[in-house]
Every structure is written in structure tokens, then in C-alpha cells.
């Protein structure tokens, strides 16, 4: 790209205060992580099914588990929305909506694993719930125990009173997944997701460890995070969160591309157009950098209000993106690392392994290799980043075996 255009791009993320290293990330240390339970895992028995529900940002999943010889099986899988995504919900009407979700199952197995990607905080067997984000809207449901509402509901629907619930984070699971037998040695592992939401988690002590890090606030925001938490719908909570998750970084990107249009950087056919941009993704990112081999690029809003402005247009949108996506790399690798910091670490031989989970860490355009660069600068030892087919499932499911 020219560098008249670098220079213009440069000049507008500065005045705007858009950093690539963001400042403050340094103090994620001082955030208070939460304890998750126990990481010691007693034998997964061959045969026992496991009713696994997955509470995630955008999705509901559930599904029946079971581990066959070195195998483990899924059954009646079903995908719906997360209950007060789309609709503010009342306590009842929340958890109402969760045991409809799983009625199908109904007396297939005596223990559910509950996978709630949430803050919550651990109680007497329980889960109470601190606080929601990635714009679920349920405010009835905070500071309600998890486990003994929605035993009320299933049992007013029909289960059995003796159906036991283990509720754990979707990191701690992710992090769990890992723990099955492993033909490589690892030398420490974290579990990272950049999806919806943004978490990490480790083991310490033999506890499970869950950071809690997109909740972070101490940071310092540029003016289009500052516009994307004024419009959410918990403003000037989980700024790390909003600042690179996949619920709010279609939407940097788009008020990026706004000031962009008002302060004359794009050409006045591509303003005409943006508006219809609004509820960018990062799935338009890759089928704006990957045109020629993605199928969405044939669909996406970003793409073909690009193609009515210039080239001019075209090299300013993908430098504006990459920055972007840079910007969260650098968030990602300083998340890991501080998560690094505090695992139990077996040598300094062996690769830690980073568990990592998300569609908007694995599908944005360049982010993991990002990532792996920003880690290679700033860690001193090896590591590999891994994805585990059907890892939170999977991690929800032994969960159900911790001692």
C-alpha cells in the first residue's frame, strides 16, 4: 500500500486514539480470577451417559455423552438460540426457556453437565451468577443459584427429583478437554477463547482457575470502543471483551468506518453505501480479505460496498481491518500470557499447551498467526496452540468425574 495511504490511516487511528499495544493490559494481573473446582478427575466410567447443555454467547447446545473404549460419543445433538439474546427474559422465564431446551432428554441419564458461559461464582455445589455479557439480558437471573433454579424447573417439567447438575464456565471446560490421555507431552496448559466472548483459564494448585479476563475495565479505549460500549447494552462493563470478541468487533470495525466516511477518508459512493454494512461481522472480515476463495465473500455487505467506491477505498478498509485485527491479536497473546504466568508448569522442556476455542479466533483473517508472533516475542519458552474437535462438549463431560 502507498504510503500517502499508510500515512492518512496512521494519522486518522491516532487522533482517535486507536493503539495497537493497548495500554494498561499490564495491570490484567490485578484482575480477581475465580476458582472453578477441583482439576482432579477420577476415572471416566465406560458406558455412563451424561446429559452435557452448553449455555454459550450466541448458541444453546445439548446434546447426550458417553465414553465408548477410547471414544467419546455423542447423541441427540440439537443447536437453538441462548435464551435472552434476542428478548429481555425474567428469572423464571430464563431458566424456563433452558429446561424446555433439554425436555427431550428427559430421564436419559441421571446427571447433567451444564456448561454456563457466564460469570458465576462457585457456592456450596452451586453456581451463582454474577453478572451476564455478550448481550444476554436476563437482570432477573443475577445472584440466582444456577443448579437449584433449574432443578425447579426441570422437576415442574417432569424429571426426577434425584437428577444431579454440575454447572462449570465454558473455559473451565475447554481446559477439562485437554485432560483426556494425550500421546504428547506437554509441559503446562491454558485454555483461551476468543468467540463470542473472551476468557482464559488455567490450573494452579490443582484448581481449576478461570480469569475472567474480558472483564477487564483498566484499559485505555479509542473513540470507536468508546461509542461500541456507550451502545451496548452493559456500558462500561467487560471492556477488554468489547474490544476484540466477536459480538462487538463487527462493530468497531463499522464505526471505524464512519468516522472514516465523515472525516473524508472514503470516497462518498462508499458512504452511500455503508449504512447497509450495519451488524458487520467478523465473518465479513474474511470475505473481505479472502474474496476469491470464500464463499460468504459472494454475500457479504463489507465486500460489495467496497467494490462501489475506489481502490483508494479498498486499501484504506483493508488497513483499517488489519489494524483491527492486530489490535486483538495483541490483546489475545497478553491474555495467554498473564494466564501462563500462573499455571502449574511441569518442566521447561515440554511445550505448554494453549487450548484454545472460538470462531473468532480461528476465522478472522491472520489472528492466530498474529498471536503466535506477538507469543513468540514475549514468552520465553515453547508452546502450540491446539484445537480439540468437540473440546467444550467434551470437557463437560469429564467434568462429571471430578472428584
Given at each position: 500500500?502507498?504510503n500517502?495511504?499508510?500515512?492518512?490511516?496512521?494519522?486518522?487511528?491516532?487522533?482517535?486514539?486507536?493503539?495497537?499495544?493497548v495500554?494498561?493490559?499490564?495491570?490484567?494481573?490485578?484482575?480477581?480470577?475465580?476458582?472453578?473446582?477441583s482439576?482432579?478427575?477420577?476415572?471416566?466410567?465406560?458406558?455412563?451417559?451424561?446429559i452435557?447443555?452448553?449455555a454459550?454467547?450466541?448458541?444453546?447446545?445439548?446434546?447426550?455423552?458417553?465414553?465408548?473404549?477410547?471414544?467419546?460419543?455423542?447423541s441427540?445433538?440439537?443447536?437453538t438460540?441462548?435464551?435472552?439474546?434476542?428478548?429481555?427474559?425474567?428469572?423464571?422465564?430464563?431458566?424456563?426457556?433452558?429446561?424446555?431446551n433439554?425436555?427431550r432428554?428427559?430421564?436419559?441419564?441421571?446427571?447433567?453437565?451444564?456448561?454456563?458461559?457466564?460469570?458465576?461464582?462457585?457456592?456450596?455445589?452451586?453456581?451463582?451468577?454474577?453478572?451476564f455479557?455478550?448481550?444476554?439480558?436476563?437482570?432477573?437471573?443475577?445472584?440466582?443459584?444456577?443448579?437449584?433454579?433449574?432443578?425447579?424447573?426441570?422437576?415442574?417439567?417432569?424429571?426426577f427429583?434425584?437428577i444431579?447438575?454440575?454447572?462449570l464456565?465454558?473455559?473451565?471446560?475447554?481446559?477439562?478437554?485437554?485432560?483426556?490421555?494425550?500421546?504428547?507431552?506437554?509441559?503446562?496448559?491454558?485454555?483461551?477463547?476468543?468467540?463470542?466472548?473472551?476468557?482464559?483459564?488455567?490450573?494452579?494448585?490443582?484448581?481449576?482457575?478461570?480469569?475472567?479476563?474480558?472483564?477487564?475495565?483498566?484499559?485505555?479505549?479509542?473513540?470507536?470502543?468508546?461509542?461500541?460500549?456507550?451502545?451496548?447494552?452493559?456500558?462500561?462493563?467487560?471492556?477488554?471483551?468489547?474490544m476484540?470478541?466477536?459480538?462487538?468487533?463487527?462493530?468497531?470495525?463499522?464505526?471505524?468506518?464512519?468516522?472514516?466516511?465523515?472525516?473524508?477518508?472514503?470516497?462518498?459512493?462508499?458512504?452511500?453505501?455503508?449504512?447497509?454494512?450495519?451488524?458487520?461481522?467478523?465473518a465479513?472480515?474474511?470475505?473481505?480479505?479472502?474474496?476469491?476463495?470464500?464463499?460468504?465473500?459472494?454475500?457479504?455487505?463489507?465486500?460489495?460496498?467496497?467494490?462501489?467506491?475506489?481502490?483508494?477505498d479498498?486499501?484504506?478498509?483493508?488497513?483499517?481491518?488489519?489494524?483491527?485485527?492486530?489490535?486483538?491479536?495483541?490483546?489475545?497473546?497478553?491474555?495467554?500470557?498473564?494466564?501462563?504466568?500462573?499455571?502449574?508448569?511441569?518442566?521447561?522442556?515440554?511445550?505448554?499447551?494453549?487450548?484454545?476455542?472460538?470462531?473468532?479466533?480461528w476465522?478472522?483473517?491472520?489472528?492466530?498467526?498474529?498471536?503466535?508472533?506477538?507469543?513468540?516475542?514475549h514468552?520465553?519458552?515453547?508452546?502450540?496452540?491446539?484445537?480439540?474437535?468437540?473440546?467444550?462438549?467434551?470437557?463437560?463431560?469429564?467434568?462429571?468425574?471430578?472428584?
Amino acid at each position: 500500500m502507498g504510503n500517502a495511504i499508510h500515512s492518512t490511516v496512521e494519522k486518522f487511528l491516532n487522533s482517535h486514539n486507536f493503539s495497537l499495544e493497548v495500554k494498561g493490559l499490564e495491570h490484567l494481573d490485578s484482575l480477581q480470577p475465580i476458582a472453578a473446582g477441583s482439576a482432579k478427575l477420577g476415572a471416566v466410567q465406560e458406558g455412563k451417559k451424561i446429559i452435557v447443555i452448553d449455555a454459550g454467547g450466541t448458541n444453546f447446545r445439548s446434546c447426550l455423552v458417553e465414553k465408548k473404549g477410547s471414544q467419546i460419543c455423542i447423541s441427540e445433538f440439537e443447536k437453538t438460540c441462548m435464551p435472552a439474546v434476542h428478548e429481555e427474559l425474567s428469572k423464571r422465564d430464563f431458566y424456563y426457556q433452558i429446561a424446555k431446551n433439554i425436555l427431550r432428554l428427559k430421564d436419559k441419564a441421571d446427571t447433567i453437565a451444564f456448561c454456563f458461559s457466564y460469570a458465576i461464582e462457585f457456592e456450596n455445589g452451586d453456581a451463582k451468577i454474577l453478572r451476564f455479557s455478550k448481550e444476554v439480558k436476563a437482570p432477573q437471573a443475577v445472584g440466582t443459584y444456577v443448579c437449584q433454579e433449574l432443578k425447579f424447573e426441570l422437576i415442574a417439567q417432569g424429571w426426577f427429583p434425584s437428577i444431579k447438575i454440575n454447572v462449570l464456565n465454558d473455559t473451565a471446560a475447554l481446559l477439562l478437554s485437554g485432560c483426556m490421555p494425550s500421546e504428547k507431552k506437554w509441559g503446562g496448559q491454558i485454555a483461551f477463547i476468543l468467540g463470542t466472548g473472551m476468557n482464559s483459564a488455567y490450573i494452579e494448585n490443582s484448581q481449576i482457575v478461570v480469569t475472567e479476563c474480558g472483564m477487564f475495565n483498566d484499559v485505555v479505549q479509542s473513540d470507536f470502543d468508546k461509542i461500541v460500549d456507550k451502545n451496548s447494552s452493559c456500558p462500561g462493563k467487560s471492556i477488554l471483551e468489547k474490544m476484540c470478541s466477536g459480538a462487538y468487533i463487527g462493530e468497531i470495525a463499522y464505526q471505524m468506518l464512519l468516522l472514516a466516511c465523515k472525516e473524508k477518508l472514503l470516497s462518498k459512493q462508499f458512504a452511500a453505501e455503508l449504512p447497509n454494512c450495519a451488524g458487520m461481522n467478523a465473518a465479513d472480515f474474511d470475505a473481505f480479505f479472502n474474496q476469491d476463495k470464500n464463499e460468504a465473500s459472494t454475500t457479504s455487505v463489507l465486500k460489495k460496498a467496497a467494490e462501489l467506491g475506489s481502490e483508494n477505498d479498498r486499501q484504506i478498509i483493508h488497513m483499517l481491518l488489519q489494524n483491527l485485527i492486530e489490535r486483538a491479536a495483541y490483546i489475545c497473546a497478553q491474555a495467554i500470557i498473564t494466564a501462563i504466568s500462573h499455571a502449574d508448569l511441569t518442566d521447561d522442556y515440554s511445550p505448554i499447551c494453549i487450548n484454545c476455542n472460538g470462531s473468532t479466533f480461528w476465522k478472522t483473517p491472520h489472528l492466530k498467526q498474529l498471536v503466535e508472533n506477538c507469543l513468540r516475542k514475549h514468552l520465553d519458552r515453547r508452546f502450540e496452540i491446539v484445537q480439540i474437535e468437540d473440546d467444550i462438549t467434551t470437557g463437560s463431560f469429564v467434568s462429571a468425574f471430578i472428584e
